[in-house]
């Protein structure tokens, strides 16, 4: 159990790293052209704190005496398809190709994947019960794990609303999207089973990962901010000459 | 703020008694007001939050005194707070004076406090910094409340400016004082040039044969102020070619600048939709004509096959064959009717795919010559011509176009559908050498219901949607349709289609962006913006 956390998380935390390096080649690229975006530092900010977390999380399981808790590989199991993807399609559109695909209608597996989701939280919320219950002392070091649960739902959140949106006028799905909205829910999940098996004692929040996991508060604020301004259009990023009938049904 | 809030949250457990009650007055005390403000940035024309924040305020600083009774001093300094932000409601110096005289009255106070009251470090910093971030939140709550005043300007201008209402605002005499840009469009006149003119005659408004009277006040307030009217009342204006403007106008009242009364008077040019309606109830009659007439002829030879039943062979055959044949004909009208209609429901989206039109193209001709033992002659390869189309589309684009030239073309007269090869398109052509039309003709033949004859003397049948079905079909395809004709000369219908599946069309909604930074934005459905 304790390999298995340990390898999936250092193989997360090896992909978020990746995505800030090619969110940072991106910026460089594009800055001359499209000058600095907030956007893409926010971006880079919040995969270098996540990138670290999953290492610094992996690294510890690996070397402590703990035992790894089996919620803690489920939820970074549950997460890792989704981001993989994403991850995989960015490299595509990296190297030039079409770094998306396109899911015509809903079909009976993208439903069923919808219920799955679901069932997956309701089964989270129950082992959490049960875990507290063995055991229990809360400890303020957690903090910013809640609050980055909070933070990471209310991104996947604005995510989602921009998958249904998008929806009526596309006529089905863009994996790209559904990637990125599975991706930021489960990465709250993780936070908060990490959470769960601290409080209850299975994990102890050392002062690599608290460090980490505050500097990725005000990353996550920060990139909320930023979406929230560009949304309300008190401000401007990359998003301006971006007008080339991509971003169109995302505006609905 | 949530990181502040967090950072001293976090050292909560480890504090007792008053010092613990002064930290949940300064922490909770902020976050009711935080919260509204943050709420009312995404909402800023909805001011009820805004109210929320002091009102959240006062039920945490109560139910703090309620339930630790010791933290009595602090929710007294909470209260102040509140007070403030109540001020500042008022007076934002006399505010920010009472909160700068609350702090140092605070830090005075303490050697005049005995030890046992006095209030730390701990209690001093945070207490400050809350009524400063408080009063910081208050200035951004004043610029959110500007934000949206300016914002709902913008919109107002905004609709005012591209509504297709001509609105003019008048003042109580009549005078015209401010009118938008639909002004231009539906009087005919530039805004600048009514202003300061009398309402009443740069619109000469008519209500029946009798123009109304403003002399005692806006007429058409008064005609609009029935329940019956509320959505405004048709009225017209003649236009300098003496012909009726048919208008639908409404006017209100509304308080203007320095207390004044205005009327807004708004006017939509409904001529169009009065054709429209005219058109229909043509189409009505045309339609209930075309489908009696075959009607009649079954229900003829139905009324004889059954008083007759000892009839020959032959000319019982004859009767099914003549309604069989009327039946198919109607068949086509109801096809017509209901493809119309579908057509109405909304945009064609026809599923189009890279086909050889060829042999298709020879086959209609063929059996449309066959089916009506006229000439049809198809000139072109007999293979090889890929096009991106709706197969069934195209079938019934090309079946309406060799209907429509055997319909007017007299007996004998041949009709040829070709077909003619472009690098990036290719050309159908449907010519006939019938009767043809003249220019005004020809700009109105695929609107729909309009037929060249519309009088009660009609030389050929139809309900006048064909070639809007055709024309509607070849946009579906993403292609476009063209007529040239002279009268007496016949038609020549011209159908282009794309020879290759658009990439544009096919692929802008499966392409994700190139960098990481827009495709994520794209998904967040952050909106494009055209480079400034």
């Not at chain 1, 994990?203 to 920060?222: C, M, S």
């Not at chain 2, 044969?209 to 609009?224: D, I, K, M, Q, T």
């Not at chain 2, 499966?510 to 494009?528: H, K, Y």
């Amino acid at each position: 159990m304790r390999i298995a956390v340990s390898l999936v998380n250092l193989g997360l935390g090896t992909i978020y790293c990746s995505y800030g390096i090619m969110t940072i080649v991106d910026l460089k690229r594009g800055w001359r052209a499209n000058g600095f975006s907030h956007f893409g530092l926010a971006w880079i900010g919040m995969a270098f704190t996540c990138g670290p977390h999953h290492l610094e999380h992996g690294l510890h399981v690996a070397y402590s005496a703990l035992n790894a808790g089996p919620l803690d590989l489920v939820a970074v199991l549950v997460g890792a398809p989704a981001g993989v993807t994403w991850f995989l399609l960015r490299i595509e559109a990296l190297r030039g190709g079409r770094g998306d695909r396109f899911i015509s209608g809903t079909p009976w597996w993208l439903r069923a994947v919808a219920w799955l989701s679901g069932a997956y939280v309701a089964f989270l919320i129950g082992a959490t019960v049960v875990t507290l219950q063995r055991a229990g002392h809360f400890t303020p070091r957690i903090t910013p794990n809640l609050l980055l649960l909070a933070l990471y739902c209310l991104i996947g959140y604005y995510l989602l609303r921009t998958q249904l949106a998008n929806r009526p006028a596309l006529g089905g799905w863009s994996v790209s999207g559904l990637a990125l909205t599975m991706v930021f829910p489960t990465c709250g999940a993780m936070h908060a089973l990490f959470a769960i098996y601290a409080v209850s004692g299975s994990y102890q929040v050392e002062w690599h990962g608290l460090l980490i996991d505050w500097l990725a508060v005000p990353a996550a604020i920060y990139f909320v901010w930023v979406v929230r301004n560009l949304s309300l259009g008190l401000s401007s990023d990359w998003n301006e000459g971006a007008e080339g009938a991509r971003l169109q049904p995302a505006a609905a | 703020m949530a990181v502040a809030l967090a950072a001293t949250g976090s050292f909560l457990p480890h504090l007792a008694g008053r010092s613990s009650a002064l930290f949940l007055v300064v922490q909770l005390a902020w976050l009711p007001y935080a919260t509204a403000v943050f709420m009312a940035s995404a909402q800023p024309e909805n001011s009820f939050v805004l109210v929320g924040g002091p009102v959240g305020d006062l039920l945490v600083l109560f139910a703090v005194q309620v339930l630790v009774p010791q933290s009595s001093d602090a929710v007294l300094l909470g209260y102040l707070v509140v007070v403030a932000l109540g001020v500042y409601t008022v007076d934002r110096r006399l505010a920010a004076a009472l909160a700068a005289g609350a702090i140092a009255l605070t830090f005075v106070a303490q050697p005049l406090l005995p030890v046992s009251h006095r209030l730390g470090a701990a209690e001093l910093i945070p207490f400050s910094g809350a009524v400063l971030a408080l009063l910081f939140m208050l200035e951004r709550t004043a610029a959110i409340q500007a934000q949206t005043v300016q914002r709902w300007k913008t919109k107002s201008d905004t609709i005012l400016a591209h509504v297709a209402d001509a609105v003019l605002v008048t003042d109580d005499a009549g005078r015209i004082l401010e009118g938008n840009a639909a002004v231009d469009i539906v009087i005919g006149q530039p805004v600048a040039s009514v202003i300061g003119h009398d309402c009443a005659e740069v619109l000469g408004l008519h209500r029946g044969e009798r123009l109304l009277e403003c002399s005692n006040g806006c007429a058409l307030l008064e005609l609009v102020a029935g329940a019956d009217a509320r959505l405004g009342c048709e009225l017209w204006r003649k236009l300098p070619d003496d012909r009726r403007q048919p208008l639908l106008a409404n006017a209100s009242v509304v308080v203007g600048t320095g207390g004044r009364r205005e009327v807004i008077h708004s006017l939509r040019d409904v001529t169009r939709i009065k054709e429209a309606e005219e058109a229909k109830t043509l189409f009505l009659a045309t339609a209930s004509h075309e489908l009696k007439t075959p009607l009649t002829v079954i229900q003829g030879f139905a009324d004889t096959l059954t008083r007759y039943p000892d009839l020959d062979g032959s000319t019982k055959a004859a009767a099914l064959e003549a309604i069989r044949a009327r039946s198919v004909e109607l068949a086509r009208i109801v096809e017509r009717l209901l493809m119309s209609s579908r057509i109405e429901a909304g945009p064609m989206n026809l599923v189009v795919e890279e086909v050889d039109v060829a042999p298709i193209l020879a086959e209609r001709a063929t059996s449309v010559g066959a089916a009506t033992s006229r000439d049809v002659s198809y000139r072109g390869p007999s293979a090889g011509v890929r096009v991106a189309v709706n197969t069934d589309a195209l079938i019934t684009v090309v079946d309406h176009l060799l209907d429509n030239a055997l319909k007017y073309s007299p007996e004998g007269q041949p009709v040829t559908l070709s077909v003619a090869e472009a690098p990036e398109t290719v050309c159908i052509e449907v010519a006939d050498g019938g009767i043809g039309m003249d220019a005004e003709q020809a700009a109105h033949c695929f609107d729909k219901f309009w037929q060249a004859e519309s009088t009660d003397v009609r030389r050929f049948s139809g309900t006048g949607i064909g070639l809007y079905i055709v024309q509607s079909l070849v946009e579906g395809m993403g292609g476009s349709v063209a007529v040239s004709s002279l009268p007496g000369h016949g038609s020549t219908f011209s159908v282009h289609l794309r020879r290759h599946l658009s990439v544009a069309t096919t692929l802008a909604v499966r392409l994700g962006e190139q960098t990481s930074i827009r495709e994520f934005m794209r998904q967040l459905g952050v909106p494009a913006r055209t480079k400034s």
